[in-house]
């Protein structure tokens, strides 16, 4: 077992860095424009991919991490950059969490490689769960894969929403309902290969904020994948369904698998985008006068810096220590994983409004990245669990009550 420190080692803080630079040097100064066009910003997934942080490599050395903080530094520090380009970046590791949390050793060592391609023929990978009628209730996904035993396949029918990547994407690893009547327990997931036929991009939603991240709709229309598709096998998922319908407890549901796995990266998003705005209020107010001195001498900007910087850290600390559990297989005995999402993302809601509010107009206005950064951060209030998902979560792990 990793131990846990608050203190980063060599290699984590070269690593740090390394990110860091490339975040300030190539994600900022192109964060606006995509933002604007709305669009896949492919030339900084291409600088990505050149220097490694767009690799399969790369994302499997800092996500299997012992010490479980290495994915949660990455994914700050690029947000910190644009969250919009960071989702453009790490969308894809979503796809391959799905496949680690609920495929074989082979199947990741098959499909992690194809999610990202290489840098001369970059791919992408998306994690199909959301429909229009099944959001935060993933039990009552209408998608269905049913079995074509003549031929070794599954056929999969239905309409996914709100899916980043969705249809651009290369590999798509999908949640469908096998026995609807099990609800989640009757749920597996699969690997749509490249190209597969079928597979369309339906409507594509422009957003209040993550512009540069493409999110659409996923329409699956007689898709027929082969059976070595279903993640897990397809034994495996007899013997779910079995126990499930002779009312034996089971393990968490495999699109609950993705996002537990996933929690504390995304809230380590949200730290990068709240902490980028309190660093720039933060210089904006040593720099700025008024009434014959810098603001940051009144105590009423100096306390809201005071209480930014302390939800900052306390954040940060939520989202390393679920890392840590996760990694070294500690239960979320209080929902320590929906913990750290939670008040992280609340916290980059509330930190970048107060950064707005400490530059005042100039803040309200797009020469400047605050306005943006706190349209980006409202998403990590409702994505992969909403703040009240997660309050439902935690509610339930510390009462042992099932809370509705």
């Not at 984590?12 to 630079?21: A, F, G, P, R, T």
């Not at 590999?171 to 690997?191: C, D, N, Y």
């Not at 809230?267 to 902490?275: K, S």
């Not at 309190?278 to 700025?288: P, T, V």
Request: with cysteine; hydrophobic share 40%.
């Amino acid at each position: 077992m990793a131990e846990f420190s608050m203190e980063l080692n060599e290699d984590q803080q070269q690593l740090q860095k390394w990110v860091h630079d490339f975040s300030e040097n190539v994600i900022r100064p192109a964060a606006s424009e995509w933002d604007e066009r709305e669009e896949t910003p492919w030339p900084v997934i291409e600088e990505a991919a050149k220097v490694g942080i767009y690799s399969f490599d790369f994302v499997a050395q800092a996500f299997f991490d012992p010490a479980g903080i290495l994915m949660p530094i990455v994914n700050e520090e690029l947000a910190w950059g644009d969250a919009g380009i960071t989702l453009s970046l790490l969308g894809t590791t979503l796809g391959l969490a799905g496949i680690a949390a609920n495929g074989t050793p082979e199947q990741m060592l098959e499909w992690g490689p194809q999610c990202f391609g290489t840098p001369d023929k970059i791919q992408l990978a998306a994690f199909a769960v959301s429909e229009p009628d099944a959001g935060s209730d993933v039990s009552s996904l209408r998608t269905r894969a049913v079995y074509d035993e003549a031929t070794d396949e599954w056929v999969l029918n239905g309409t996914k929403t709100w899916i980043t990547n969705g249809g651009i994407a290369d590999i798509h690893v999908v949640v469908a309902s096998v026995e609807p009547e099990l609800k989640s327990r009757g749920q597996a997931s699969f690997v749509v290969p490249p190209g597969t036929k079928g597979l369309s991009q339906g409507q594509k939603f422009k957003k209040m904020g993550i512009r540069a991240s493409h999110t659409a709709e996923v329409v699956l229309d007689d898709v027929r994948v082969p059976g070595r598709c279903l993640l897990g096998g397809k034994e495996k998922l007899d013997e779910k369904i079995a126990r499930a319908r002779e009312g034996k407890k089971s393990t968490s549901q495999a699109a609950m698998r993705t996002f537990e796995a996933s929690r504390p990266s995304v809230g380590a998003q949200a730290v990068g985008i709240a902490r980028a705005a309190y660093e720039y209020a933060l210089d904006y107010a040593k720099e700025r006068s008024a009434f014959g001195r810098k603001i940051i001498e009144n105590q009423g900007i100096a306390f809201k810096l005071a209480d930014m910087k302390t939800r900052v850290d306390a954040s940060r600390l939520l989202v390393w220590r679920a890392g840590w559990m996760g990694a070294n297989g500690k239960e979320f005995t209080a929902g320590e994983g929906s913990m750290s999402k939670l008040y992280a993302g609340e916290t980059a809601v509330w930190v970048t409004e107060e950064a707005i509010q400490i530059m005042g107009g100039y803040g309200y206005i797009r020469e400047h990245p605050v306005e943006r950064w706190h349209r980006d951060s409202k998403i990590y209030t409702i994505f992969e669990g909403t703040s009240e998902i997660q309050r439902l979560i935690i509610a339930r792990a510390i009462s042992g009550l099932h809370i509705v």
